[in-house]
């Protein structure tokens, strides 16, 4: 039982939580709270709000869009575990995209809400939160390089066409 308990408790070490709102008048903010992360308490605080430029450009269903709302686990996927410390200086610079599930960019995909929720879900080990996918940002202000995705037991690099080299995707040399 005391071992359940420190794993417990480790994994809440760096619980950091992260609230997309959009208010009336269509700006957006991201609330970080830092609930028990020191990393992410040294440079927040305990609790923070983020104002997030809105990417006008991602209103859209131009390929950039398609591309992302439909790779959400095909071609975009979750990678290696990101350091925080990475992960908190890009926040800090303001210069990014962020997406969930329910994001108002997505003009692409026509699926129900749950569909779209249990696809992002589905990016994470720990589906017990809705993850948050953040992009950097072009010189035009639209959506550039996938970064980071915040899954609910940590963050994690955020890839683009993730390839497995163990595949053999061409089959035995001999044969060709």
């Known amino acids: 039982m005391k071992l359940l308990l420190l794993v417990l408790c480790s994994l809440s070490v760096s619980a950091i939580s992260i609230e997309t709102v959009w208010n009336q008048n269509f700006s957006k903010e991201l609330i970080v709270n830092c609930e028990e992360s020191s990393a992410c308490s040294a440079e927040f605080g305990e609790t923070t709000t983020l104002s997030e430029e809105i990417c006008d450009d991602c209103f859209s269903t131009d390929l950039s869009a398609t591309f992302i709302f439909n790779g959400i686990g095909e071609s975009i996927s979750t990678g290696q575990a990101a350091l925080e410390v990475e992960f908190f200086e890009f926040l800090k610079d303001q210069k990014f995209v962020s997406i969930d599930f329910d994001t108002p960019y997505d003009l692409v ?63 035995t040399p001999e044969l060709y």
């Open 109 to 171: 995909t026509n699926q129900s809400r749950i569909k779209k929720k249990l696809a992002y879900r589905a990016l994470c080990e720990d589906s017990s939160i809705d993850p948050v996918l953040f992009f950097d940002v072009d010189q035009n202000g639209g959506v550039s390089s996938p970064r980071f995705i915040l899954c609910g037991d940590g963050v994690y690099e955020l890839e683009l066409f993730a390839i497995d080299l163990h595949d053999d995707f061409f089959g």
